[in-house]
Nanobody, 123 residues
Framework: QLVESGGGLVQPGGSLRLSCAAS????????VGWYRQAPGKAREGVSC????????YYADSVKGRFTISRDIAKNTVYLQMNSLKPMDTAVYYC??????????????????WGQGTQVTVSS
């Protein structure tokens, strides 16, 4: 099971750190992706971290502002979001992936999603 947390209301230019905590399995064995879905828009891939590695992928829209990382001891993946913009407003979801290319290429993802965490960037 994966549980997302850390969302909230933040002003433009602010920061948030999202957490994706796993239970029942070792998250480091998997590529882990963050997706987001804004109202009325399709879900989009934001970032992904490779299993057993610090290599990562970022969508162009967040490159240079977001950082994905792992804490193996806590079995958690984080998404540090800086310089937030109103366009970043969305529900953010994490999930394991067979490979980060699934997210990078916008391939369909099957299976259920978690409850997500709401991020709202507004003044």
């Amino acid at each position: 099971q994966l549980v997302e947390s850390g969302g909230g209301l933040v002003q433009p230019g602010g920061s948030l750190r999202l957490s994706c905590a796993a239970s029942g399995f070792t998250l480091d064995y998997y590529d882990v992706g963050w997706y987001r879905q804004a109202p009325g828009k399709a879900r989009e891939g934001v970032s992904c971290i490779f299993s057993g590695d610090s290599k990562s992928y970022y969508a162009d829209s967040v490159k240079g502002r977001f950082t994905i990382s792992r804490d193996i001891a806590k079995n958690t993946v984080y998404l540090q979001m800086n310089s937030l913009k109103p366009m970043d407003t969305a529900v953010y979801y994490c999930r394991t992936l067979t490979h980060c290319s699934v997210l990078a290429e916008g391939a369909p993802v099957f299976g259920s999603w978690g409850q997500g965490t709401q991020v709202t960037v507004s003044s």
